[in-house]
């Protein structure tokens, strides 16, 4: 691991409340959107295409919808997000190293 030096702080909140307190933020330009914003916008197309996919061509199809709510709950119980996993290895979310 590389170190950059620099403060760091611990935020009751989070970064929600930094940037409620009106504390400046810096957002890397190209950066991918957030993980999480990621993983609701594939589970909401995944249950939406199970859906329109269970209606349309095969009841079956409902299944996926299923697959994706019981993964949910997994991950709200547990803590820990199989789809976030996945979306994290993407290209899009790998962070370019630099010597």
Request: proline share 4%; hydrophobic share 50%.
């Amino acid at each position: 691991a590389k170190s950059v030096g620099g403060k760091a702080y611990l935020v009751e909140g989070g970064m929600d409340a930094w940037k409620r307190a009106g504390l400046p933020t810096e957002k890397k330009a190209g950066a991918p959107i957030e993980l999480m914003r990621q993983v609701m916008i594939a589970a909401g197309l995944l249950v939406l295409a199970g859906v329109i996919l269970g209606t349309g061509v095969d009841p079956r199809f409902y299944a996926l919808s299923a697959f994706v709510g019981a993964g949910l709950t997994f991950s709200g119980v547990t803590g820990m997000c199989a789809m976030a996993n996945i979306l994290r290895r993407m290209p899009w979310n790998r962070q370019i190293r630099t010597a």
